[in-house]
Every structure is written in structure tokens, then in C-alpha cells.
């Protein structure tokens, strides 16, 4: 499930902020996964943990996402 949220969150950002594309979910959806992400933070794998901030996480954004992690991601 963990595994689903964070390629959720990696597409929706990137579709969001790097196209400037429809994400293909709602806001509130995007703010959900950003929760659930948050609130199991601790126990992400390692290499998930080192590719979101759990600051972004609580602010709900993927803004600061870089395209290097969007490579390692696997999105681009």
C-alpha cells in the first residue's frame, strides 16, 4: 500500500508541477496521500524516506521535488 501511495505521489507532483498537467486525482485525494505518507513516515523503506522530505509531506506539496529524485523515483 506504502509502495502505491509514494508512486501516487511522485506521479501526481511531477504531472503538477514539472508538466503542468492535470495529475489525474483531486486535491484532496493528493492531500490524503500526503497524510498517510506522513503519518507512516517512520516506517517507509530507507529508499523511499530518502526521496520525500517529511517536511513536504505535512505541507502537502512535492514542490521541492528535484529531477533526480523524480529519476530514481522511477517517474521520468
Known amino acids: 500500500m506504502k509502495n502505491k501511495l509514494i508512486n501516487m505521489y511522485f506521479?501526481?507532483?511531477?504531472?503538477y508541477?514539472?508538466?503542468a498537467e492535470e495529475t489525474?486525482?483531486?486535491?484532496?485525494e493528493f492531500d490524503y496521500i500526503c497524510?498517510?505518507?506522513y503519518d507512516s513516515y517512520?516506517?517507509?523503506?530507507?529508499?523511499?524516506?530518502?526521496l520525500v522530505?517529511?517536511?513536504s509531506l505535512r505541507a502537502g506539496t512535492g514542490f521541492d521535488i528535484?529531477?533526480?529524485t523524480y529519476l530514481q523515483a522511477g517517474v521520468l
Not at 11 to 15: E, G, P, Q, R
Not at 24 to 28: P, T
Open 17 to 19: 508541477y514539472v508538466l
Open 42 to 50: 517512520e516506517s517507509l523503506t530507507d529508499s523511499d524516506r530518502a
Open 24 to 28: 489525474g486525482i483531486s486535491d484532496m
Open 35 to 37: 497524510k498517510e505518507l
Open 11 to 15: 506521479n501526481a507532483s511531477y504531472k
Open 53 to 55: 522530505s517529511k517536511d
Open 66 to 68: 528535484t529531477p533526480s
